[in-house]
């Protein structure tokens, strides 16, 4: 019998000795990889932190003490032993459990995460709320990524870190990869103090025999800091990063020796003060080749577990993903264009920015998870005047928010803006929906905001960002394929700000943008072949908005639906809506379907759809729906009039 099925919370791990422990890793990896063979989700990060997650719940009293996951896509091992192992192949489905840390879910979740780079921030604060409720025995460990460590907000939480009192651990994750290789000098920074690990571990040893000898006191923590950048001193001359905050630093150690990761762990628990533990490990450790091509493996689908091939649905004759119609359009603009640059926040593959890394590495650039400076980077390159695609996932690009107001739109600079993964993105949930970008962006003054509603679009888009347009452009387009076999059009300028009718109607218009369009269009045609004619809209620019078609409709249509993969509140609908009661259409009647003001869940991505009511179903349904209120209101009409009213 596998020791994995006895462990039903940390408490079972506890009972068993080193050796026992070792076969639960060996056991947890190969479920893991059993499991996501056929149920896809983030496998490379979980497979290197088996060692780590196992030293963890062993040493110390989960949930009273607070583990913070950062991203949260490396924590499936402590989803397993935390009282989750039988639900884990409903990881990442509609109803099942969810494929980062939800506290909902469980109490050993301490925190949402998906994002990168928050763990510092609310362990920190979890850190001192302890102090402050005089809980001084309960620990609190943030554990992130080299990649998570290059976004600013991991520096804001570091800074903060040693300005009130508490005992933070933060366990920093190394493997040498973010999705793609890690980047920038953090990068260098880390390999040169792992190279230096002599002077590390003459320190540490000092350290040791001075507490062994009861030299140190750990409540003087002036003592310690004196005592730490003395040795420092005495040693090298060398200043380590972290402790330069204040925090102490204790590393680099092999993160998949779990004897030592344990006795360290417990040397450090009851230290006093920040302190930061940098452990080693390899991303996919344990699956040969996930630990030779990570970033494939970072989330790789479907494979055969034992061949280590992935199997990949998509046949040669589909269309592209939206992503690789991009890519390629990008490098299709660039070849002719030495102006055009390429921007990503640590997504060259996610968002197939790689295609131009390739052709163009010094015009290319990926500059860490940093989705603020991304943007602000981006609009020093355009105010030199340099044309910078700057690719940024919808969510992450909440991040963002201020930079594309204060530093591109106040100045109108030209940066183009691609918000890939726009809309619901399927299994990653309600972290990474991209639903929120055409209500947040809407307001901001001297953008120019776009959706295709198919290839030809986008590539007509991103043409148009270039040479049709002066002052920042986005372009938002969703996860997955695209709609056209033939995606290589020749690209052209399209009008900013004009919409298009694709099909006339009676009585009933359906507006929408993007490619849900494209759902919408099957719904009219399938109401057509009963006999109710809808109109068909696409308004392709949501700003702009094209005031002329609008009028066109308000003046032909009595019953409108409005139709869009995002959020209602402040969206596309609610700027039909605006349009029409500036103008004073009062008599018609607005139906509008996206997302309700709630977070919505994970599942595939037709899943999501229809329980948000925007698939193709459900946008029939609507027109019949319409159809109905439609002949109700003539009835009232003709009785009116008959009854002379
Ligand atoms: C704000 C934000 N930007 C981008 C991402 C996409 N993303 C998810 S994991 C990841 C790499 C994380 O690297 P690291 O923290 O080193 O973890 P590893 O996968 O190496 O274990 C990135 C870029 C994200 N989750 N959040
Ligand atoms: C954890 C994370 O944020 C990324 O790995 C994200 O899941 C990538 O999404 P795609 O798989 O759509 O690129
Ligand atoms: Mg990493």
Not at 90 to 106: A, D
Not at 214 to 239: A, G, P, V
């Given at each position: 019998m596998k020791l994995l099925t006895q462990i039903n919370s940390p408490d079972d791990l506890k009972k068993l000795n080193i050796e026992q422990l070792q076969q639960v890793c060996c056991?947890?990896?190969?479920?893991?990889?059993?499991?996501?063979?056929?149920?896809?989700?983030?496998?490379?990060?979980?497979?290197?932190?088996?060692?780590?997650?196992?030293?963890?719940?062993?040493?110390?009293?989960?949930?009273?003490?607070?583990?913070?996951?950062?991203?949260?896509?490396?924590?499936?091992?402590?989803?397993?032993?935390?009282?989750?192992?039988?639900?884990?192949?409903?990881?990442?489905?509609?109803?099942?459990?969810?494929?980062?840390?939800?506290?909902?879910?469980?109490?050993?979740?301490?925190?949402?995460?998906?994002?990168?780079?928050?763990?510092?921030?609310?362990?920190?604060?979890?850190?001192?709320?302890?102090?402050?409720?005089?809980?001084?025995?309960?620990?609190?460990?943030?554990?992130?990524?080299?990649?998570?460590?290059?976004?600013?907000?991991?520096?804001?939480?570091?800074?903060?870190?040693?300005?009130?009192?508490?005992?933070?651990?933060?366990?920093?994750?190394?493997?040498?990869?973010?999705?793609?290789?890690?980047?920038?000098?953090?990068?260098?920074?880390?390999?040169?103090?792992?190279?230096?690990?002599?002077?590390?571990?003459?320190?540490?040893?000092?350290?040791?025999?001075?507490?062994?000898?009861?030299?140190?006191?750990?409540?003087?923590?002036?003592?310690?800091?004196?005592?730490?950048?003395?040795?420092?001193?005495?040693?090298?001359?060398?200043?380590?990063?972290?402790?330069?905050?204040?925090?102490?630093?204790?590393?680099?150690?092999?993160?998949?020796?779990?004897?030592?990761?344990?006795?360290?762990?417990?040397?450090?628990?009851?230290?006093?003060?920040?302190?930061?533990?940098?452990?080693?490990?390899?991303?996919?450790?344990?699956?040969?080749?996930?630990?030779?091509?990570?970033?494939?493996?970072?989330?790789?689908?479907?494979?055969?577990?034992?061949?280590?091939?992935?199997?990949?649905?998509?046949?040669?004759?589909?269309p592209q993903l939206y992503q690789d119609v991009f890519g390629h359009t990008l490098v299709e603009l660039a070849e002719k264009n030495e102006k055009i640059v390429g921007v990503t926040p640590a997504m060259p593959t996610g968002c197939s920015m790689n295609y131009l890394m390739e052709k163009f590495p010094e015009r290319t650039f990926d500059v860490g998870i940093a989705e603020e400076h991304a943007v602000t980077f981006s609009a020093g390159l355009a105010k030199e005047g340099f044309i910078p695609f700057c690719n940024i996932y919808s969510s992450f690009m909440q991040r963002a928010y201020d930079q594309v107001i204060h530093d591109v739109a106040l100045q109108k600079l030209k940066v183009i803006l691609c918000l890939d993964r726009a809309g619901l993105v399927g299994e990653d949930g309600p972290t990474h929906h991209g639903v929120f970008d055409l209500a947040y962006l809407r307001p901001i003054p001297n953008l120019t905001i776009a959706a295709p509603l198919n290839e030809h679009d986008l590539r007509n888009l991103m043409y148009t960002a270039v040479y049709g347009n002066e002052g920042p452009f986005v372009i938002r387009y969703p996860k997955g394929q695209g709609e056209l076999k033939n995606w290589q059009n020749t690209m052209q300028i399209i009008p900013i700000g004009k919409g298009r009718k694709l099909r006339d109607g009676e009585r009933i218009a359906v507006l929408s943008i993007g490619k849900i369009g494209n759902d919408a269009a099957k719904a009219i045609e399938k109401a057509a072949e009963i006999g109710i004619f809808a109109a068909h809209y696409d308004l392709l620019f949501l700003k702009p908005i094209d005031k002329e078609l609008l009028t066109e409709i308000a003046q032909n249509y009595a019953y409108l639906i409005t139709v869009e993969n995002g959020v209602i509140a402040g969206g596309m609908g609610d700027a039909v809506t605006d349009f029409l009661t500036v103008h004073h259409y009062n008599d018609i009647r607005v139906r509008k379907l996206g997302i309700k003001d709630e977070f919505v869940t994970q599942g595939s991505i037709d899943e999501l759809k229809h329980l948000c009511g925007i698939d193709e179903d459900s946008i029939f349904e609507a027109i019949m729906e319409a159809n109905e209120v439609i002949k109700n209101t003539n009835k009232v009409n003709t009785i009116k009039k008959l009854s002379g009213h």
């Open positions: 056991e947890l990896r190969e479920y893991i990889i059993d499991q996501l063979s056929h149920n896809p989700g983030h496998f490379a990060s979980s497979l290197g932190t088996v060692e780590l997650t196992v030293a963890l719940h062993y040493i110390y009293n989960t949930p009273y003490d607070r583990l913070v996951w950062d991203v949260g896509h490396q924590a499936y091992s402590h989803k397993i032993l935390t009282g989750r192992r039988d639900m884990f192949p409903s990881n990442r489905k509609l109803g099942g459990i969810s494929g980062f840390p939800n506290p909902k879910e469980s109490e050993y979740d301490t925190f949402v995460s998906g994002h990168a780079s928050t763990s510092i921030s609310a362990a920190l604060g979890m850190a001192v709320a302890a102090h402050l409720n005089h809980e001084e025995d309960r620990h609190v460990v943030a554990i992130i990524g080299d990649g998570a460590m290059t976004g600013g907000l991991a520096y804001e939480g570091l800074n903060n870190a040693c300005s009130q009192p508490n005992n933070l651990l933060i366990i920093l994750n190394d493997n040498d990869m973010s999705i793609d290789h890690n980047v920038g000098g953090l990068r260098e920074y880390l390999i040169k103090l792992t190279t230096s690990a002599k002077y590390n571990k003459i320190r540490y040893g000092i350290y040791q025999a001075f507490k062994q000898k009861k030299l140190i006191d750990e409540d003087k923590k002036n003592f310690i800091i004196r005592f730490n950048n003395s040795i420092k001193s005495l040693l090298t001359r060398q200043q380590n990063m972290f402790e330069g905050f204040n925090i102490r630093y204790f590393g680099p150690i092999d993160g998949h020796d779990l004897p030592e990761l344990i006795r360290v762990l417990r040397n450090i628990k009851d230290m006093k003060g920040p302190k930061l533990l940098h452990i080693k490990t390899i991303k996919g450790k344990g699956y040969a080749p996930a630990e030779k091509s990570a970033t494939i493996w970072h989330a790789p689908g479907l494979f055969d577990k034992e061949t280590g091939e992935r199997i990949i649905k998509r046949s040669k004759d589909q």
